[in-house]
């Protein structure tokens, strides 16, 4: 399952999710796509993406902080 978080590094709530995912030892498993960079932005807006942070699931954009996390918890690594 190809994982990608896009966030921004100045974004507290993106802050938070990547703390997470360093607890959870999951960047190597999450590719982070900070959407100041123009590949990465157009990769979230075609997702449908508004709010950050974001994961994408391969299927579903998972926008903000909480369900973010609520998305980790689910997915099976």
Not at 10 to 38: I, K, M, T
Request: charged share 30%; proline share 3%; glycine share 6%.
């Amino acid at each position: 399952m190809a994982l990608e978080l896009f966030h921004s590094l100045a974004d507290p709530e993106s802050a938070a999710v990547r703390r997470r995912l360093g607890e959870l030892e999951l960047f190597d498993r999450v590719e982070l796509r900070n959407v100041h960079f123009d590949s990465h932005r157009e990769a979230f807006e075609s997702h449908g993406g508004k709010t950050l942070p974001a994961l994408w699931d391969g299927r579903e954009l998972h926008e903000g902080r909480e369900a973010v996390l609520n998305a980790l918890t689910k997915i099976s690594f």
